[in-house]
C-alpha cells in the first residue's frame, strides 16, 4: 500500500513546543506510566496468543493486534520524547512585563478577561488559557500595565499582570 506523498507545509509536520507547566508534566509522566504497565503488557500478550494461530499473512486479527502494539509503542515513544526535552513553566516573579506562565487581565470593549499564558500543548481558551504563540498570545508577550495591543481592529488595553 503507498501512502500519499504531501507537500510540505505549516501544518504538516506540527512543531514540539517543549515548554508545559509540572500539571502538564505529571499527566503525561502518569499517561506513560499507564501504557507501559497495562496497555502495551495487554497487546503484546494478544500478538502472543493470535500469533500461535499460524499463517501471519492470513490472520487479520493478528494484523490488527500488531498495528496496536506498535501505535501504543509510538505514543511511548512521543511521550517520552516530550518529557525528556521538556522545559517547566514556572513564572516570573517579576510582573512589569507579560512573561510565559502569567496571568494578564486585559480589557476590551468593556469587558475584563484574565488568560494565563502558556505554550500551545496546555491551550483551553474556554478556562482562560491561552497559547503564547496565538495572535493574542503574541501581542501580549512582553507588553507592561497599561499598554494596548490591537488585533484585527480590535484593542486589548493590559490592566493586571499576575
Given at each position: 500500500?503507498q501512502?500519499p506523498?504531501r ?7 506540527a ?13 503525561l509522566s502518569?499517561?506513560l506510566d499507564r501504557?507501559k504497565?497495562?496497555?502495551?503488557p495487554?497487546a503484546i500478550?494478544?500478538?502472543k496468543?493470535l ?5 501471519f ?14 501505535g501504543?509503542?509510538?505514543g511511548?515513544n512521543?511521550?517520552q520524547?516530550?518529557l525528556d526535552?521538556a522545559?517547566?513553566i514556572k513564572?516570573?516573579?517579576d510582573?512589569?512585563?507579560v512573561?510565559?506562565g ?6 476590551t470593549a468593556?469587558t ?5 499564558i ?5 491551550t483551553?481558551?474556554e478556562k482562560?488559557?491561552?497559547?503564547f504563540?496565538?495572535p493574542l ?6 507588553k ?8 484585527r481592529d ?6 493586571r499582570?499576575?
Open positions: 500500500m501512502l506523498n507537500k510540505p507545509g505549516k501544518y504538516t509536520f512543531q514540539f513546543d517543549p515548554n508545559m507547566t509540572q500539571d502538564k508534566f505529571d499527566a502518569a499517561k501504557l504497565t497495562v496497555s502495551q495487554a500478550k494478544d500478538v496468543r500469533g500461535e494461530n499460524g499463517d499473512s492470513e490472520n487479520a486479527e493478528y494484523q490488527i493486534a500488531k498495528g496496536r502494539l506498535r501504543i509503542n509510538r511511548i512521543e511521550i520524547r516530550q526535552k522545559i517547566i513564572p516570573s516573579e510582573t512589569t512585563t512573561q510565559l502569567h496571568k494578564v487581565t486585559i480589557s468593556g475584563e478577561k484574565t488568560f494565563r502558556l505554550g500551545p500543548t496546555e483551553d481558551p482562560g488559557i491561552i497559547s504563540k496565538s498570545g503574541e501581542a501580549l508577550m512582553d507592561k500595565v497599561g499598554d494596548v495591543v490591537e488585533i480590535v484593542e486589548y488595553k493590559i490592566l499582570i499576575e
